[in-house]
């Protein structure tokens, strides 16, 4: 004599009143294993490369967040040459303005920097990659002060603010 489980009936209800519909969740399933599976070996052969993308948030000097995206959005043109966006941040002290980009890849002869008082414009064209982004500035800097370095693909570039000029104050009389 064959003994029942507790949940048999379940069971069958389950199976009767769902029928068909799980097994189609159960190839999807298999479906995504063999497409991560996929994936992950043209990661591992390089046929294909990461893509990192994020922000940041900062408190600003006006006490309001300050959100700033980042990342790689690689894009492959005709020419094979991805274009990427640098992973960029911006620190800012009482004195200077300093810019840290992100730019593997490529050699310190490829890169151009130009800067105005309000923006940072960065480019840069390598064999197999291409950098381009433009960093607003959090104040208003001396382009001429601007020092730039590259090392291990990583672009800084400190400029020093521009400060109004300090106006002579009058000592008023009060009557």
Request: hydrophobic letters at 35%.
């Amino acid at each position: 004599m064959r003994r029942r489980r507790r949940w048999d009936w379940f069971d069958e209800f389950f199976e009767e009143f769902f029928g068909r519909e799980f097994e189609m969740f159960d190839e999807i399933f298999e479906r995504m294993m063999r497409d991560f599976e996929e994936i992950i070996r043209k990661a591992e052969s390089g046929e294909i490369k990461p893509i990192v993308r994020g922000f940041s948030i900062r408190i600003g000097p006006d006490g309001k967040p300050e959100i700033r995206e980042f990342g790689t959005k690689p894009m492959i043109k005709e020419t094979g040459v991805e274009e990427r966006k640098p992973l960029v941040d911006v620190i800012e002290t009482d004195d200077e303005v300093q810019v840290i980009a992100e730019m593997p890849g490529v050699s310190k002869e490829d890169i151009e920097v130009n800067a105005s008082e309000t923006k940072l414009e960065i480019k840069a064209e390598g064999e197999n990659r291409r950098y381009y982004e433009v960093v607003d500035l959090p104040a208003e800097v001396d382009p001429e002060s601007a020092k730039a370095r590259y090392n291990n693909g990583v672009l800084e570039v400190i400029l020093k603010k521009k400060y109004p000029k300090k106006e002579e104050k009058k000592r008023i009389k009060i009557d």
